[in-house]
């Protein structure tokens, strides 16, 4: 059977028995493509290699064309930004083979499966595999979307013309369209992997440097005066109010100075700490490094310079910085936690709104909102 065949009856069986799969299938052009080595897709074509196909038994071609849906369905065609895109690549396949696997497909042998990264998006592994990538021996880098190191297949970036945002449109539309056929197979249950994938796609994105002054500005009580005018307006000839504090904007930046901190996030989150500082967002930032305690903590004011050089490197507890909170900053409007989120001894919540801006994970927390910190979006 040729390989066109081979991947017509494929997807057709992928419809019948797991229609939500089968239906994203259906709605992507199947072509030959010399410079993909296993399967591939950019959210508008199912490319393929001949001889991998060929290679493949009937139920493990069916799991890559699965593979190959749920990088559509999880808008990796339009998410990876300025990424690596082999590393992206690979961070996309580890966010997707662990579900595609618990929902029973076969895949070919030796796909990318670890179950550390069962539940996390793909910028969340990808932070981890960069920082680990640094961390070890140069290796050869991934195929930037010819096929992934598990020749399992890639995910290449949506088409040009067509654009990230109306590619998200377009994809979006094709997706709960096809869990409403898989609804309506399944009289009205949707596969639990196939429900992760439009959960994945409700989820938000959000820049969490826009999230950090959000945060910010929502902490200061501001008005405007004629005594400070505004001097962004000054070279068009326009005197306009500028804005004053009517109380003060204190955050307090809690830095998690553990051993498994990422430095490169660390650095992006001061250099953005600084910027806050300077503009007048808040009047008042206050740093403090903890890891199992509290190591240092530093107060600075509009014209200052933040010291960013961490200390620590040990265990991490999240309760001794906010007990230091509770009992040295009562006046704080906000709490900025910069962590990787890896522990549970969170202590007791500070009566001031919480940020926990996470270095590689997004997970539950007992209190506070939680914003990926990705220096890559």
Known sequence: MSPPDSISKARAILLRAQPFWGALALSLDVRERADVDT???????????????????????????????????????????????????????????????????????????QKRFAGMAAEAI??????????????????????DPGRCGGVLDAPAPTGADNAESDIQARVRQAAAIARRAG????????????????????????????????????????????????????????????????????VDTSASMDSIALAAVGAELQSILNEGAADVVTIVQCDRRVQSVATYSPGDVLDVSFRGRGGTEFAPAFQWVADNAPDASGVVYLTDLDCDSFGAAPPCPVLWAATER???????????VDVHA
């Open 39 to 113: 399967m591939a897709t950019d959210g508008v074509s199912l490319f393929y290699d001949a001889a991998f196909v060929a290679s493949l038994s009937q139920s493990e071609l069916i799991g890559v064309i699965a593979h190959e849906v749920e990088h559509v369905a999880r808008l990796h065609v339009t998410r990876r930004g300025r990424r690596d895109p082999g590393l992206w690549n690979e961070a996309c396949d580890l966010a997707i083979n662990p579900s595609l696997i618990a929902a029973g497909f076969a895949l070919p042998k030796g796909c990318l499966n």
């Open 126 to 147: 990808y932070i981890v595999l960069e920082r680990e990538r640094a961390a070890a021996p140069p290796r050869p880098k991934p195929g930037e979307g010819k096929g």
């Open 187 to 254: 009289a009205g249950v949707l596969p639990a992997s196939a429900a992760e994938s439009i959960a994945a796609l409700d989820t938000p994105r959000v820049s969490w440097r826009d999230e950090l002054r959000r945060f910010a500005d929502a902490g200061a009580r501001r008005d405007t005066s004629w005594t400070r005018p505004a001097r962004r307006w000054n070279a068009d000839g326009f005197i306009l109010p500028g804005s004053v504090s009517v109380s003060a904007a204190h955050i307090v930046a809690i």
């Open 362 to 372: 997004v997970r539950s927390v007992p209190f506070g909102d939680v914003v990926l």
